[in-house]
């Protein structure tokens, strides 16, 4: 069966990366959440996707330079709430037992990994307890290596699309370089489709996740594959695709 993760929470449903996005994600019954980690110069890890403030909080500016006072006072677009923080959003998703945690190791502005970034999102994790149910993940092979080395026992995921694949040499290249770092890849959907053959006979497809999915038809394509995951910003359409599916095979495959 083919997993459903929310990305950054669901974010066709609510705000990315809030507290409330969260919550509500987790109450559609998905499989995993994805959300992204910055790191900022005051110490803290902060759940944001991109490294300036502009698009999705009240605010402008690099999230690295955000002061913890600063930060109370910012809200994110739409929302009466701020950005959390990484302990903030593990304290929402922590308690589901069942759900896997995706953690994205941001860049900052510059495409530079953050020094120790990957050491203290360890730690963290380790203080919640749920390193086991988590893919530490990145576009950065470099980053995950800094994972490996931190957290050899916390799973990781690379992903990519056609653009990087280029600038690391192709896809069969980049493959054929993470193919022992990490546990699953995940490949940027119009990538998956061009270059379907060569990843199918690559990797099992239990290692393979596609992103980000979020119109009816292309979801329903890609579930028929059986691939291991499936990313989507509106994971409610997944989920209701997958339980149909899964009905349909019931009634034509009934068991005694």
């Not at 596609?210 to 594959?225: K, Y």
């Amino acid at each position: 069966m083919t997993l459903i993760t929310g990305h950054r929470g669901a974010r066709n449903l609510w705000a990315e990366n809030s507290l409330t996005g969260f919550r509500n994600t987790l109450a559609l019954g998905v499989d995993a959440v994805e959300f992204d980690v910055h790191l900022t110069n005051a110490g803290e890890l902060l759940v944001i996707h991109d490294a300036t403030l502009d698009r999705t909080a009240e605010g402008t500016g690099l999230v690295r330079r955000l002061t913890p006072k600063a930060r109370a006072g910012v809200k994110l677009k739409g929302t009466a709430e701020i950005i959390p923080t990484f302990a903030d959003v593990l304290g929402v998703l922590a308690p589901a037992a069942r759900l896997a945690l995706h953690v994205e190791i941001k860049l900052d502005e510059t495409g530079t990994p953050y020094p120790d970034i990957a050491q203290r999102v360890a730690q963290e994790l380790a203080s919640f307890g749920v390193e086991e149910r988590t893919h530490l993940t990145s576009f950065d092979i470099s980053v995950l290596e800094d994972c490996r080395r931190h957290a050899p026992h916390v799973e990781r995921l690379v992903s990519v699309n056609a653009a990087w694949a280029e600038r690391q040499g192709g896809l069969a290249a980049f493959l054929a370089r993470v193919d022992d770092l990490v546990d699953i890849v995940a490949i940027h959907h119009e990538l998956m489709e061009a270059q379907w053959d060569l990843i199918a006979r690559t990797l099992p497809l239990e290692r393979l996740c596609v992103w980000t999915l979020n119109d009816e038809e292309t979801i329903r394509q890609w579930l028929e594959r059986d691939i291991g995951h499936l990313t989507s910003d509106s994971p409610d359409i997944a989920l209701a695709i997958r339980a149909a599916r899964s009905t349909r095979s019931n009634l034509l495959h009934p068991t005694h």
